[in-house]
Nanobody, 122 residues
Framework: QVQLVESGGGLVQPGGSLRLSCAAS????????MNWYRQAPGKERELVAR???????NYSDSVKGRFTISRDNAKNTVYLQMNSLKPEDTAVYYC????????????????WGKGTLVTVSS
């Protein structure tokens, strides 16, 4: 139906940067709100950043000033630029999107990627 595939994770030193990408494909009429979540070992999944259809963004307090979410509607892709990374940013990062189906424009589904691992360690 709809697939979200994250990429860009890896191992980085504290203070370093990474850019995550999430590409959507499948039965897509349009992408609505898009989000990045993360889940650290032993912790609850949390919302990191959100970008609306109109481009409005919001961030969790823990990443404000360090992370930037953006989207390229022509490519059906959302990005998360992560700067000044800290060990506590270590987590699996998940892309989440509200998608209006091309099979029925009356239906909006909630989809998740499989995640990409970010490890911040010296």
């Amino acid at each position: 139906q709809v697939q979200l595939v994250e990429s860009g994770g890896g191992l980085v030193q504290p203070g370093g940067s990474l850019r995550l990408s999430c590409a959507a494909s499948g039965s897509i009429f349009s992408l609505n709100d898009m989000n990045w979540y993360r889940q650290a070992p032993g912790k609850e999944r949390e919302l990191v950043a959100r970008i609306t259809t109109g481009g409005t963004t919001n961030y969790s307090d823990s990443v404000k000033g360090r992370f930037t979410i953006s989207r390229d509607n022509a490519k059906n892709t959302v990005y998360l630029q992560m700067n000044s990374l800290k060990p506590e940013d270590t987590a699996v990062y998940y892309c989440n999107a509200l998608v209006r189906s091309s099979l029925s424009t009356y239906y909006v589904g909630n989809y998740w990627g499989k995640g990409t691992l970010v490890t911040v360690s010296s």
